[in-house]
């Protein structure tokens, strides 16, 4: 039986063949290693089956990129190496919870899986074998699981709890109202958690900004952090908004807002939904035409009022209809039953294809194809009101979804061609708008006819928001921690509901083109040890010989001078050691500065004292003149300007001298979202 030691050289876990597992992943098969290798690197983190106390760990997804995989291979590799209990938390949302379901029930032939049904009636388990909770995140079924756990004597053994979609539902939305008891939903889940002397508890999500965000002693935030790469095939923010180059995209397609109240007072939908919906049908039937007979799903999003979703289907329907009896006016030639501003349109549409299919059919047969097969095509409103979601096996050729909300996180819509989004949030939020993504995924036998039409605001949010999530991945992947700041690259947009987060702890700080220092520098000999003398060091006059000049220099080298702690614990203001560190580095990994900056040393013998005017705290470092891009340095680098104070005891200080730093931000658009916990 072969066995594969896991990462970092520890012989502690071992792979075994896993037996547990029936292994099926929307990747190809050679990208196994890669799912093993995370679940592995997962599992090396989780706590030890031996050991009590608890774990908190995030595993970090890509949008419709498989974490499914990731966590049926934990789950596997856990009951390899000494796990039996297991518990899953999934969306209460019926449609997701069945998918969920489901594939753990295909995927784990030798657990025990007991669905909500059992886990109510409190069915009887078989001893010794794994046994997996699939729960949906309600408060009576997480109390039911709890009952199944206390039952069980879980609480002397070791558990693994699985929150998917944990930035969702599971975090406390009554953190703010020192009235209200904690939210229901996380409530449940900390009483779950409570119960056991050892537990991990892995969290999973593609939007971590509301976990990442959670306060240090926040028992939902992650003390580890593990990336997921892709499997072959997926196609995401990087292949889609990895510039802003739309006009010559393969794939976007810029329109203008749909205007509500025009939808409101018309009995016909835009022109550019009609265009949509035409490359959809005709993609479709090109995709048939050369061997694809799958069903295939066009998503129109108009706004977030549900009157406006019936509004969109009914003309949708209408449309569909309208082009149905025109094409199958002459079913063998449905050119000749179409009308000339239809068949101008359909022409359009073909044109459109044609930029990224090769060598496609001609018009007539494309044409030909969509009529055969047009009439098998349902039109489906999904929100709240009707109760209708995305299905997982559609009943049509074309499935023509028109809603809002419950087109968002965790539903794979299948074989999706076309998405359309009329209109955004007023005030939009960067998980949800990425949530809201369901044309990411495995994708690629259908990319020729993938087209994604959106405002250009829209679309540009979209490369912002993907930026930021590049930046928030590399960081949680290069640290392995949970970060404590979110870039926010454009303004306007905010990381997540703030409802889940501390208001006392979450600001938006560090904003491009603005200066930022210690307001309260450490001054006390006992607490400043031998920084000043290192400092003396790095800033020598044999390397920086000229003040007030700016030197370039590697952000890496900027980064160097920061890694001391410049602030004394408790004092106010933005500046916060660990906080700037991570924005500075977050601004090294974007290409855009090519890991430059500027280095000035403004003065060596400064005499700077505490203002009784500022709060006993330091009033300015700079002077005066120039602030916007002092001593001539580059506005669009990062700058760092270091002063070396005197420190004398008549200025307000300790005797001895010690250095302030100045930090510039780039010039931009953009902001970082930190927490100060």
Known sequence: MKEALLLNGSARLKIKAMPFIKFRCVAAYNDFN???????????????????GSVKGLIYGH?????????????????????????????????????????????????????????????????????????????????????????????????????????????????????????????????LRNSLNSHTYLQTTATPQALLLQDSNSAFRPDFVVVTTPGT?????????????????????????????????????????????????????????????????????????????????????????????????????????????????????????????????????????????????????????????????????????????????????????????????????????????????????????????????????????????????????YYHLPIQVIPLMTRGITPTRRNVLNENTNRITYQGGRQYFPSLPISDPNILGNQTQELDNILSMDRYCNSQQPYTVTIDQLLAILNFNYKTPGASGAWNDDLIRQAVQALQDQSRYQNTGSLVIVNRQANIGISEDRNNEVGAVLPPHDRNAPYNIDPNDPALLMTRNNGTLDKGWHGVPFWIPVIRFPNGNYAFYVNES
């Open 233 to 477: 095939g997926y196609v995401g923010g990087n292949y889609f908004f990895g510039n802003n180059n739309f006009n010559n995209s393969d794939h976007i397609r810029l329109v203008p807002d749909i205007e509500l109240d025009r939808l409101r007072n018309s009995n016909r939908i835009p022109d550019t939904v009609i265009q949509s919906m035409l490359v959809f049908f005709l993609g479709a039937a090109i995709l048939r035409i050369r061997g694809n007979s799958k069903k295939y799903t066009y998503l129109l999003h108009t706004s977030f009022r549900q009157a406006d979703h019936h509004l969109a289907a009914v003309l949708v329907d209408n449309f569909k209809n309208e082009l149905t009896n025109q094409l199958r006016q002459n079913p063998n030639d449905p050119i000749t039953g179409v009308s000339s501003s239809l068949r101008t349109q359909l022409e359009n549409a073909y044109n459109n294809l044609q930029q990224t299919f090769v060598n496609v059919p001609s018009f007539n047969d494309v044409l030909a194809e969509t009529a055969r097969r047009i009439t098998s095509t349902e039109v489906i409103e999904i929100n709240s009101v009707t109760g209708e979601g995305i299905r997982p096996n559609p009943a049509r050729r074309h499935t023509l979804y028109i809603g809002g909300t419950k087109i968002g996180r965790g539903v794979t819509v299948k074989n999706l061609l076309v998405t359309y989004y009329g209109r955004d949030a007023q005030q939009p939020q960067m998980d949800t708008v990425l949530q809201h993504a369901r044309m990411y995924g495995y994708r690629q036998n259908e990319l020729p006819a993938t087209r994604i039409y959106l405002p250009s605001h829209l679309a540009q949010r979209f490369v912002g928001i993907h930026e930021s999530d590049n930046l928030v991945r590399e960081q949680c992947q």
């Open 34 to 52: 890669q799912i093993l290798q995370t679940a592995s690197e997962v599992l090396q983190r989780c706590l030890e089956p031996t050991e009590n």
């Open 63 to 191: 949008i419709q990129s498989g974490k499914t995989s990731i966590i049926l291979t934990t789950m596997a590799l856990a009951a390899d190496n000494g796990f039996n209990n297991f518990v899953v938390m999934t969306s209460n949302l019926n449609d997701i919870y069945e998918q969920t379901l489901e594939r753990i029930k295909g995927a784990l032939d030798s657990f025990q899986v007991f669905g909500k049904t059992e886990i109510r009636q409190n069915s009887r388990t078989t001893h010794g074998l794994p046994l997996a909770l699939v729960c949906p995140k309600d408060p009576r079924r997480l109390r039911d699981a709890l009952n199944i756990a206390q039952r069980s004597n879980w609480q002397n053994q070791p558990v693994i709890i699985i929150d998917d979609e944990a930035d969702q539902a599971s975090l406390d939305t009554n953190i703010n109202d020192q009235n209200k008891p904690t939210s229901s939903v996380n409530r449940a889940i900390v009483d």
